[in-house]
């Protein structure tokens, strides 16, 4: 089992509707969940973080946290085609590291 | 833009060869790391340094060497060169010691092909 999964995608949605993406990962003493927008052939930036269940807003997006089924998400509103890129989960684990999944790639058509 | 620079943007290097990659940290950060990002898949964690020490290492083997300077700018040495080093590595700086990603900023990468 990996330490971080991701549907890799491509997930596509027409412009204007929200984008759902999923992570789940395996350390249950993990506490910190972090999402990252990578365009291609740039570096990842931090777009969203998350340290309790439930839900956290910051403009279009909404990370949710699940600790119990060791699940987290992230919504897109009202999605532009800006927001294409591949979108990365990141859980600091346990031990003190950053561990990334695959990756989900974001396409959004007009 | 955020003050974290890489140096060179691409290399081409051959197996066996040996290859140093350079960072400079945003200003006042004093602590870097370093992951290795391979085609298709996620930054994997190589190791980080914290005031010139090595401060947590990832599941690298030990050709993969780092340094940090007393102004914090930091190399990634990798050794004996094989393909599957081909990926693009990352360099990340941050203000504390411990992990905190959320004050962590990434440079542009460094894009490194082994033939």
């Known amino acids: 089992q990996k330490e971080v999964e991701q549907n890799s995608g491509p997930l596509s949605v027409p412009e204007g509707a929200i984008a759902s993406l999923n992570c789940t990962y395996s350390?249950?003493?993990?506490?910190?969940f972090f999402w990252y927008r990578q365009y291609s052939g740039k570096s990842p930036e931090l777009i969203m973080s998350?340290?309790?269940?439930g839900d956290k807003e910051d403009g279009r997006f909404t990370a949710q946290l699940n600790k119990a089924s060791q699940y987290v998400s992230l919504l897109i509103r009202d999605s532009q085609p800006s927001d294409s890129a591949t979108y990365l989960c990141?859980?600091?684990?346990?031990?003190?590291?950053?561990?990334f999944g695959t990756g989900t790639r974001l396409q959004v058509f007009p | 833009e955020t003050g974290v620079t890489q140096s060179p943007t691409h290399l081409i290097k051959t197996r066996g060869q040996q290859v140093t990659l350079r960072c400079s940290s945003q200003?006042?950060?004093?602590?870097v790391s370093w992951y290795q990002q391979a085609l298709g898949q996620g930054p994997q964690f190589i190791f980080q340094?914290?005031?010139?020490?090595?401060?947590g290492r990832g599941n690298f083997p030990p050709r993969f060497s780092g340094l940090q300077f007393p102004n914090y700018s930091s190399e990634l040495n990798v050794n004996a060169l094989e393909l599957d080093d081909s990926a693009l590595y990352l360099c990340?700086?941050?203000?504390?010691?411990?992990?905190?990603?959320?004050?962590?900023?990434f440079g542009p990468g460094t894009r490194l092909t082994v033939l």
């Open positions: 350390d249950r003493g993990s506490q910190s």
């Open positions: 990141a859980v600091k684990t346990s031990t003190d590291k950053l561990i």
């Open positions: 340094y914290y005031r010139e020490e090595e401060n």
């Open positions: 200003s006042g950060h004093n602590t």
């Open positions: 998350i340290y309790s269940n």
């Open positions: 990340a700086s941050s203000l504390a010691g411990t992990f905190r990603p959320d004050t962590q900023y």
